[in-house]
């Protein structure tokens, strides 16, 4: 997660996960809830969001880790999949 930002910039310094990077990361089921909600004060949670979708791909739910863009991997997953119909009516237009 912490790659997603320059270190020479101000907002990779302002982002909570440089500061305890393992909060982001639970076991197995666990939920983070201090990370989510460290997620929503960061400057670049949209961002991140994106990196993550955008390095996760059409992954399934057991292959997405963490917390990014301040969702869970099933979160993220079930936002995957909206898009993907989303981009497909937007399409079919």
């Known amino acids: 997660m912490t790659y997603l930002m320059d270190d020479t910039t101000d907002a ?3 982002t909570p996960c ?10 197995p089921g666990g939920t ?3 990370a ?3 997620c929503q004060t ?16 059409d992954a399934r739910r057991a292959d997405r ?13 079930d936002e ?4 993907l119909a ?3 009516l937007k399409e079919a237009a």
């Not at 995957?80 to 898009?83: E, P, Q, S, T, W």
């Open 12 to 14: 990779a310094v302002l």
């Open 18 to 27: 440089r500061q305890d990077p393992e909060q982001w990361f639970p076991a």
């Open 32 to 34: 983070a809830p201090i």
């Open 36 to 38: 989510r909600a460290l």
């Open 42 to 57: 960061c400057p670049v949670i949209d961002a991140c969001l994106e990196a993550a979708l955008d390095f996760e791909g």
């Open 65 to 77: 880790f963490g917390v990014w863009g301040g969702m869970s991997p099933q979160e993220r997953a």
């Open 80 to 83: 995957a999949v909206l898009r």
């Open 86 to 88: 989303m981009a497909r």
